[in-house]
């Protein structure tokens, strides 16, 4: 039976240990983390009302996660392919102010986006489920794949989540940067 240090205990989290030392290193310099939508923040499923109207599921867990960065200095983007009202809700909801909405090149959009903050690409960290989440993965310093990503995506990723997109994936990226840059035993004393 492995015990653990009162202290080891208290900051268990069992997807952040024996991490390797480089995914540590990349998580460590972020500075902007930027997130596909659909699949990534929601599970992918596309609603529609028979009025036409689009919606779309978040977890809880996701928006909380992303809050706490932005809290400890990390900005935080949406990236997505698609135009939905319901993402700019969350967006809204969540004070995202680098929301980017009809992005066929997410790429560009990314370097775009990093140049106006003045920060470099290993300073970003991607988060995407599929193809067209590939290239701004490609110049990424940390490229995330959710669960239940493309093979293809998971492939070029520097580190895989365990849980699917919109059901708590993106909350453990943001749980993975702040241990790395060795904030979340402050975190975790902030909800005592």
């Known amino acids: 039976m492995l015990l653990l240090s009162y202290h080891q205990a208290e900051n268990h989290v069992p997807y952040l240990t024996n991490l390797p030392p480089d995914l540590l290193a990349r998580a460590a310099k972020i500075r902007l983390a930027a ?9 992918g499923h596309l609603h529609y009302s028979e009025g ?39 967006a809204e909801e969540l004070d995202i102010a680098h929301v980017y909405q009809g992005q ?12 106006a903050l003045n920060l470099s690409p290993e300073q970003a960290a991607f988060t995407g489920d599929d193809l067209p989440d590939l290239p701004p993965m490609h110049i990424a310093g940390l490229a995330v794949a959710v669960a239940n990503a493309h093979p293809w995506v998971a492939e070029a990723a520097h580190w895989q989540t365990r849980l699917s997109g919109g059901m708590g994936a993106a909350r453990e990226v943001a749980d993975l940067i702040l241990h790395a ?8 004393e902030r909800w005592r």
């Open 181 to 188: 840059q060795g904030k979340a035993d402050a975190e975790r």
């Open 52 to 90: 036409g109207h689009e919606t779309k599921v978040f977890h809880v867990h996701d928006g909380l996660g992303l809050k706490r960065l932005q809290a400890n200095g990390v900005q935080v983007a949406f990236i997505t392919a698609r135009i939905s009202h319901p993402v700019a809700l969350r």
């Open 35 to 43: 997130f596909d939508v659909d699949g990534t923040l929601t599970d």
């Open 104 to 115: 066929r090149d997410k790429r560009s959009c990314l370097l775009q986006l990093l140049e």
